[in-house]
């Protein structure tokens, strides 16, 4: 298990960053691997958050033997990204559930999938202004030159 201070150094930089500050054009692609991640995922629609993959892994490819900065923001957006893509294909089966729920039951089961169904309504809306929220903030801190975890990401790509 992973503790706090392995997750998050007390240094305040993610694992494999640079000690000097960044400059200005590795702010930059660092902050439009979060950006192009945003942007794609929003052309495509929330629940294609594939092209936001896409997006942020262009930058990683490009970038990440260059700049341990700009790896390290890519690889953030390229996994959460990931893990909203996930999220959502994991709302998307349940709502099959439940729709195939009350089928079978001939409509007798609305009285259960009618309140599971507006919980995974806000989950999924949650889950939405999550994903927008958090592409934003991390683009600020990118382009700031700061370090940015995001929050409910899982740690596929490393």
């Known amino acids: 298990m992973i503790q706090a201070s392995q997750a998050f150094p007390a240094s305040g930089h993610l694992p494999g960053a ?11 692609w660092a902050a ?6 945003l942007v794609l995922a929003m052309l495509t629609s ?24 700009v790896a390290d923001h890519a690889r953030e957006a390229i ?3 990931l893990s909203m893509f996930i999220y959502a294909c994991a709302a998307v089966v349940i709502a099959i559930a439940l729709v195939g729920a009350t089928v079978l039951t001939l409509g007798l089961g609305l009285i259960l ?3 599971a169904g507006i919980a995974l309504a806000f989950a999924a809306a949650g889950i ?3 994903w927008l929220v958090c592409s934003i903030v991390a683009t600020v801190h990118a382009f700031n030159g700061q370090p940015y ?3 409910l990401s899982l740690r596929l790509f490393r």
């Open 18 to 28: 640079d000690a000097q500050a960044p400059g200005e054009n590795e702010r930059h």
């Open 128 to 130: 939405a202004v999550l």
């Open 149 to 151: 975890r995001y929050p």
């Open 46 to 69: 929330w629940v294609a958050g594939g092209a936001g993959v896409a997006g942020a892994g262009v930058v990683y490819a490009i970038k990440h033997q260059e700049s341990a900065f």
């Open 32 to 37: 439009s691997a979060h950006l192009s991640a």
């Open 79 to 81: 996994n959460f990204n």
């Open 113 to 115: 999938t009618i309140p």
